[in-house]
Protein backbone atom coordinates (compact mmCIF):
# COMPACT_ATOMS: atom_id res chain seq x y z
CA UNK A 1 0.00 0.00 0.00
CA UNK A 2 2.84 2.49 1.30
CA UNK A 3 5.51 1.04 -0.89
CA UNK A 4 7.95 3.59 -2.43
CA UNK A 5 8.49 1.57 -5.53
CA UNK A 6 5.54 4.05 -7.50
CA UNK A 7 6.36 6.51 -5.23
CA UNK A 8 10.13 7.01 -6.29
CA UNK A 9 10.64 4.92 -9.61
CA UNK A 10 13.55 6.86 -10.66
CA UNK A 11 15.69 6.62 -7.23
CA UNK A 12 15.04 3.19 -6.37
CA UNK A 13 17.34 1.29 -8.62
CA UNK A 14 20.09 3.77 -7.03
CA UNK A 15 23.25 1.99 -4.94
CA UNK A 16 24.81 3.91 -1.70
CA UNK A 17 27.64 2.70 -0.37
CA UNK A 18 27.65 4.10 3.31
CA UNK A 19 30.65 4.16 4.76
CA UNK A 20 31.05 4.70 8.73
CA UNK A 21 34.48 4.19 11.31
CA UNK A 22 33.38 0.78 12.19
CA UNK A 23 31.43 -0.34 9.22
CA UNK A 24 31.17 -0.42 5.60
CA UNK A 25 27.49 -1.82 4.34
CA UNK A 26 25.77 -1.58 0.57
CA UNK A 27 22.38 -1.46 -0.42
CA UNK A 28 20.03 -1.20 -3.09
CA UNK A 29 16.27 0.70 -2.53
CA UNK A 30 13.77 -1.86 -3.16
CA UNK A 31 16.17 -5.08 -2.98
CA UNK A 32 14.93 -8.33 -2.05
CA UNK A 33 16.78 -10.13 0.21
CA UNK A 34 14.11 -12.87 0.39
CA UNK A 35 11.15 -13.57 -2.31
CA UNK A 36 8.36 -11.49 -1.46
CA UNK A 37 10.23 -9.03 1.39
CA UNK A 38 10.98 -5.57 -0.42
CA UNK A 39 13.91 -3.32 1.56
CA UNK A 40 14.13 0.70 1.62
CA UNK A 41 16.06 2.70 3.33
CA UNK A 42 14.75 6.19 4.93
CA UNK A 43 16.83 8.86 7.11
CA UNK A 44 15.49 11.51 9.32
CA UNK A 45 17.05 14.93 10.07
CA UNK A 46 17.45 16.92 13.24
CA UNK A 47 14.16 18.87 11.92
CA UNK A 48 11.88 15.28 11.57
CA UNK A 49 11.83 15.63 7.93
CA UNK A 50 11.88 12.14 6.02
CA UNK A 51 13.98 11.66 2.82
CA UNK A 52 14.83 8.18 1.09
CA UNK A 53 18.44 7.77 2.73
CA UNK A 54 20.41 7.57 -0.88
CA UNK A 55 18.60 11.02 -1.29
CA UNK A 56 22.08 13.34 -3.02
CA UNK A 57 20.57 16.60 -1.90
CA UNK A 58 18.16 16.79 1.28
CA UNK A 59 16.18 19.55 1.32
CA UNK A 60 11.93 20.35 1.97
CA UNK A 61 11.60 20.04 -0.98
CA UNK A 62 12.89 16.08 -1.36
CA UNK A 63 11.77 15.32 1.77
CA UNK A 64 8.54 12.70 2.08
CA UNK A 65 4.94 15.07 3.05
CA UNK A 66 2.40 12.49 2.37
CA UNK A 67 0.86 13.28 5.69
CA UNK A 68 -1.10 9.68 5.37
CA UNK A 69 1.83 7.78 4.84
CA UNK A 70 4.29 9.86 7.34
CA UNK A 71 1.60 9.09 10.52
CA UNK A 72 1.73 5.27 9.15
CA UNK A 73 5.46 5.14 8.58
CA UNK A 74 6.58 6.75 11.86
CA UNK A 75 3.49 4.84 14.11
CA UNK A 76 5.04 1.54 12.95
CA UNK A 77 8.71 2.81 13.79
CA UNK A 78 10.43 0.70 16.52
CA UNK A 79 14.22 0.32 17.67
CA UNK A 80 15.82 -1.99 14.66
CA UNK A 81 16.23 -5.64 16.65
CA UNK A 82 17.26 -7.87 13.77
CA UNK A 83 20.99 -8.37 12.07
CA UNK A 84 20.33 -6.85 9.38
CA UNK A 85 21.49 -3.30 9.03
CA UNK A 86 21.01 -2.94 12.82
CA UNK A 87 24.37 -0.55 13.45
CA UNK A 88 23.95 1.66 10.55
CA UNK A 89 19.98 1.77 10.78
CA UNK A 90 18.76 1.37 14.60
CA UNK A 91 15.33 1.44 13.53
CA UNK A 92 12.76 -0.34 11.62
CA UNK A 93 8.94 0.52 10.35
CA UNK A 94 7.61 -2.62 8.74
CA UNK A 95 4.74 -2.73 6.40
CA UNK A 96 3.87 -6.16 5.48
CA UNK A 97 6.66 -7.90 4.39
CA UNK A 98 8.13 -4.36 3.47
CA UNK A 99 11.17 -3.44 5.68
CA UNK A 100 11.95 0.19 6.10
CA UNK A 101 15.22 0.70 7.86
CA UNK A 102 15.79 4.29 9.48
CA UNK A 103 18.85 5.86 10.85
CA UNK A 104 18.89 9.98 12.34
CA UNK A 105 20.55 12.69 13.39
CA UNK A 106 19.71 12.51 16.78
CA UNK A 107 16.43 10.83 17.38
CA UNK A 108 13.51 9.59 15.06
CA UNK A 109 11.00 11.35 16.94
CA UNK A 110 11.53 15.51 16.56
CA UNK A 111 9.27 17.58 17.98
CA UNK A 112 8.22 20.54 15.04
CA UNK A 113 5.27 22.33 16.21
CA UNK A 114 3.10 23.75 19.96
CA UNK A 115 -0.09 23.93 19.74
CA UNK A 116 -2.80 25.37 22.03
CA UNK A 117 -5.42 22.59 22.39
CA UNK A 118 -8.13 21.51 24.59
CA UNK A 119 -8.13 19.74 27.57
CA UNK A 120 -4.36 19.90 27.09
CA UNK A 121 -1.68 21.88 24.86
CA UNK A 122 0.40 19.41 22.70
CA UNK A 123 3.75 18.48 20.54
CA UNK A 124 3.25 17.43 17.05
CA UNK A 125 5.96 15.54 16.00
CA UNK A 126 7.89 14.67 12.32
CA UNK A 127 5.56 16.84 10.30
CA UNK A 128 1.72 15.33 11.08
CA UNK A 129 0.24 17.73 12.86
CA UNK A 130 -2.05 16.67 15.32
CA UNK A 131 -2.17 13.20 13.89
CA UNK A 132 0.86 12.39 15.83
CA UNK A 133 1.54 13.97 19.19
CA UNK A 134 1.81 14.00 22.34
CA UNK A 135 0.68 16.39 25.55
CA UNK A 136 2.97 19.27 26.44
CA UNK A 137 4.47 18.51 29.77
CA UNK A 138 6.54 22.24 30.28
CA UNK A 139 8.39 20.40 33.38
CA UNK A 140 9.81 17.98 31.40
CA UNK A 141 11.72 20.17 28.88
CA UNK A 142 15.21 19.39 28.84
CA UNK A 143 18.23 21.52 27.60
CA UNK A 144 21.48 18.99 26.78
CA UNK A 145 24.70 20.72 27.33
CA UNK A 146 24.69 20.89 24.13
CA UNK A 147 21.62 23.54 23.90
CA UNK A 148 19.55 20.96 22.41
CA UNK A 149 16.29 20.46 24.20
CA UNK A 150 14.32 17.15 24.91
CA UNK A 151 10.76 16.53 25.70
CA UNK A 152 8.82 13.48 26.47
CA UNK A 153 7.81 11.11 23.17
CA UNK A 154 6.30 7.53 21.95
CA UNK A 155 7.02 4.91 25.05
CA UNK A 156 8.07 2.61 21.68
CA UNK A 157 11.15 4.80 20.85
CA UNK A 158 12.71 5.45 23.89
CA UNK A 159 10.21 7.63 25.49
CA UNK A 160 12.01 10.78 24.40
CA UNK A 161 12.40 12.90 21.36
CA UNK A 162 14.20 15.93 19.93
CA UNK A 163 12.76 19.53 19.63
CA UNK A 164 13.36 20.77 16.20
CA UNK A 165 15.71 23.95 16.64
CA UNK A 166 12.92 26.39 15.06
CA UNK A 167 10.68 25.21 18.31
CA UNK A 168 13.93 25.27 20.27
CA UNK A 169 14.41 28.63 19.66
CA UNK A 170 10.33 29.94 20.45
CA UNK A 171 11.33 27.69 23.48
CA UNK A 172 14.36 28.95 24.20
CA UNK A 173 12.70 32.55 25.63
CA UNK A 174 10.98 30.20 28.31
CA UNK A 175 13.82 29.09 30.25
CA UNK A 176 15.90 30.46 33.06
CA UNK A 177 18.78 29.82 34.42
CA UNK A 178 20.59 29.86 37.64
CA UNK A 179 23.99 31.70 38.43
CA UNK A 180 25.70 28.31 36.60
CA UNK A 181 23.40 29.48 33.54
CA UNK A 182 21.77 25.90 34.15
CA UNK A 183 18.45 25.82 32.84
CA UNK A 184 16.01 25.37 36.23
CA UNK A 185 12.51 26.89 35.59
CA UNK A 186 10.34 27.41 32.17
CA UNK A 187 8.06 30.17 31.89
CA UNK A 188 4.91 29.36 29.53
CA UNK A 189 1.65 30.91 29.36
CA UNK A 190 2.38 33.11 32.31
CA UNK A 191 3.06 29.92 35.04
CA UNK A 192 6.56 29.26 35.59
CA UNK A 193 7.04 25.28 35.95
CA UNK A 194 10.20 24.10 37.66
CA UNK A 195 11.82 21.52 35.47
CA UNK A 196 12.62 18.05 37.01
CA UNK A 197 15.52 16.95 34.26
CA UNK A 198 14.26 13.83 34.89
CA UNK A 199 14.62 13.29 30.73
CA UNK A 200 18.62 13.49 30.85
CA UNK A 201 18.61 10.50 32.42
CA UNK A 202 16.52 8.94 29.82
CA UNK A 203 18.83 10.43 27.17
CA UNK A 204 21.96 9.26 29.52
CA UNK A 205 20.77 5.86 29.58
CA UNK A 206 19.99 6.21 25.85
CA UNK A 207 23.29 6.93 25.09
CA UNK A 208 24.98 4.23 27.32
Known amino acids: ?74 NQLRPNKTNRYNIEFPYLSLCGKEKNYVRCDDLPIVFTKFLLAKPYDVLTYNHCGIKLSVPFQPSKLYMSINGRIYHPGPKQLHGIGLVSSKLAIEFSHGFQFDEHDVPTHFKHQGEVHKLDLSMGDVLQNFNN
Open 1 to 74: MFSMVQRFPRQIQRCLHYSSQSSSIHYVQGQSPNPGVREYFYFINHQGMLYLDDARIKNFTSCIKDEKFLKFFI
